[in-house]
């Protein structure tokens, strides 16, 4: 049983599209994250929610949504994609303020 | 004040050696240090942490070692293998703030 999935795994899209990423943890968690990981494969955090309430928004653009509608999933939309917003989006999870668990990625690629 | 500095950003070592990258922070307030291992195509895993209340932390071939004063961090993987090859990140975080900082990353190759 996986602890963190994210769906999908790869999603190639054009720009000014609108494209959602679902995560799903079965580790009983609190907390979920969003992180960006760019080209240089540095980790930049950009959302954290806490049982479904939002507590970390690292000043993402406004088109990026996350949404929470339990403690278990927590969902990414991206509205009017744009070329540097392919990256590596990894889902995490923790309990209170413990190791996170991440999931495996989705890699995407706007063109 | 947030930052992580990680180094070397790469690392070549032979099998059975000793692997070993460092870490630096500037806000004293962090105190939680979790190291990272991440493999081609996968999310980064757990591998180790440390509170700032101990010096030194063991786990199999892995040990952290965390200097306060200096605000130094540092990660060192005995007898080295070629299964160890991933980029290892650090980092930082304030226990309560939800949020790491994550160092930039160090791509360890072992040799055969």
Known sequence: DTAV??????????????????????????TMYWYKQDSKKFLKIMFSYNNKELIINETVPNRFSPKSPDKAHLNLHINSLELGDSAVYFCASSQLDGGYTFGSGTRLTVV | QQQVKQSPQSLIVQKGGISIINCAYENTAFDYFPWYQQFPGKG???????????????????????????????????DSQPGDSATYFCAASIIGTYKYIFGTGTRLKVLA
Do not use: W
């Open chain 1, 5 to 30: 999935s994210q769906t999908p795994k790869y999603l190639v899209t054009q720009m000014g599209n609108d494209k959602s990423i679902k995560c799903e943890q079965n580790l009983g968690h609190d």
């Open chain 2, 44 to 78: 980064p895993a757990l591998l180790i942490a440390i509170r700032p209340d101990v010096s030194e932390k063991k786990e199999g071939r892995f040990t952290i070692s965390f200097n306060k004063s200096a605000k130094q961090f540092s990660l060192h993987i005995m």
